[in-house]
């Protein structure tokens, strides 16, 4: 089975992008799985199981919505092989922009879009950094010019990334992705004892165990200041 | 080729100095060097703190590695140029949606040709589209070959985000960044490396104006361009500004810009035009068309001598439209 990991901010257009992709591999007689990771809600689920899809959603709720990811991402691979599917795609927004769960030797996908600005490509950390396939849609929406400084802007943080454009709407340019995820002398059995390209950010303060009152007396844990000083610094 | 080695004991401003355009790279990749002007790349490299490079999520050996390949790809785009022309693009038969192989041999069109493409909708114009960016070889649903020069293209065209084959001018052609005409142009011309900036913009927005109703000037916000201001503008730079040899129309109707005006701009600036369009004036005006059907290639039909003078007829009753539309715009009363 192929792993592949797709990521992206919320409404860049991954679930597009993936439905026209499979409908790519499905003609050339690939079963394909697909695994939502969401935060609080996502009904992408029904749009998969609508092209005939198998698919499985999880909320990660409370949770970093990418620290449940590797919770749970073997589990997932697992549930894939059972299935005997060909890809198995997971699919999952970047909340705060930072992280992705890409995993060494698993090809990754970042998707993003034309309309979120300019500077986005500098905001993303290593989501976006880190990623073999960088995917950039709407491009139908904005200028020619527009397209191609968003994709030097991508191209400067990303050098070794192969950059697509892909119009979710028609499609055009998921044929050719689909090319480039399916390796038929891939065989993930495991992801046990892989790593993860970048570490998550640290976290635990009082906060994450569910404080919600506001002052000094009940921060405890990792917390650290603003510098507010008299001079703009 | 460049190498770790051959950076890694140079100054920032030796670096900065030699490749200027890796400036980007550092403030893309919010990389400050204010101070760190006389230290080496690597001394700059080792400078972070633990906590500085899990604070800013920065991965040091990536970006060094990265960093490597970035400097390599703009010098190797900055170094293509005339080896690099593109004289002609062929597309080679492949078949349609129902598996039979498409009627025509192979379609080879030209530097400065125009060639447009009808059909109905879904008929197969964006396959079409996509092989030729994709630079297709028997690869893609359709089976085609797109040869470049006669030859299969190099696979560079298919990868690199700086050096694409095909640009395209899409129906909706919007801006959503928040600048003037100029910074806007100046934007572009800085990804695109070239030298006489001031030079280039004032190119565009002559051309702009040139073909635009009413005309603009360069401190005009672009979002409050017109749609045919809009239009004027992104034609005229992808015309002089993009470094695509082959450029997609799809549809460009007659909203306040004169297409034969726009369409020999392009051809001058030696580009291989494709148009999708069912507009009879711009088909009329290719020297061929390219009939889809069912996914395929039907008919390739070049413009005989009757529909020449059939276009001469419609540019006229087009001259008498625009100058009604001219006339209601100014708010005069219509007369026979």
Known sequence: MNLITISGPPSSGKTSVILKTIAALHQRGLTVGVVKFDCLYTDDDVLYKKAGIPVKKGLSGSLCPDHYFVSNIEEVVQWGRKQELDVLITESAGLCNRCSPYIKDIKSVCVIDNLSGINTPKKIGPMLKSADIVVITKGDIVSQAEREVFASKVHSVNPKAIIMHINGLTGQGAFELSTLLYDEKEDVETVKGKELRFSMPSALCSYCLGERRIGEDYQMGNVRKMKLGEEDD | ?336
């Open chain 2, 1 to 336: 080729m460049i190498s770790i080695k051959d950076i890694e004991k140079m100054k920032i401003n030796e670096i900065k100095n030699k490749y200027p355009f890796s400036i980007s790279f550092f403030q893309n990749n919010n990389l400050h060097l204010e101070g760190y002007e006389e230290i080496t790349f690597e001394q700059y490299f080792n400078h972070f703190t633990e906590e500085e490079i899990e604070e800013w999520a920065i991965d040091v050996e990536k970006l060094k590695a990265d960093f490597i390949v970035y400097i390599n790809e703009m010098l190797e785009f900055l170094g293509i140029s005339e080896d690099d022309n593109i004289d002609s693009l062929t597309i080679v038969a492949g078949k349609n949606k129902n598996g039979e192989k498409e009627n025509f041999e192979k379609l080879t069109i030209h530097k400065s040709e125009i060639v447009s493409i009808v059909g109905p909708t879904g008929s197969g114009k964006s396959r079409l589209l996509a092989d030729i960016e994709w630079a297709a070889n028997k690869d893609t649903p359709t089976e085609r070959i797109i040869l470049i020069n006669g030859k299969i293209p190099d696979k560079k065209w298919r990868f690199s985000s700086s050096n694409k084959l095909v640009a395209q001018l899409s129906q909706n052609m919007n801006f959503v960044m928040d600048l003037t005409v100029r910074e806007f142009i100046e934007l572009h011309a800085k990804s695109r490396m070239v030298e006489d900036e001031q030079e280039i913009i004032k190119r565009i927005i002559d051309a702009a104006n040139h073909l635009a109703g009413e005309q603009f000037d360069l401190d005009t916000p672009i979002t409050s361009l017109s749609g045919g201001q809009s239009r004027a503008l992104m034609i005229a730079d992808t015309a002089i500004l993009s470094r695509s040899p082959i450029v997609l129309i799809d549809e460009i109707e007659n909203a306040g810009i004169d297409r034969k005006k726009a369409l020999k701009l392009l051809v001058n600036e030696e580009k291989i035009v494709l148009m999708a369009t069912h507009d009879p004036i711009l088909a009329l005006m290719a020297d061929k068309r390219i009939v889809i059907k069912n996914g395929g290639i039907d008919k390739v039909i070049e413009t005989n001598s009757e529909e020449k003078e059939m276009l001469i007829e419609l540019e006229k009753m087009d001259a008498v439209i625009s100058k009604l539309r001219a006339n209601l715009r100014k708010g005069e009363i219509l007369k026979k």
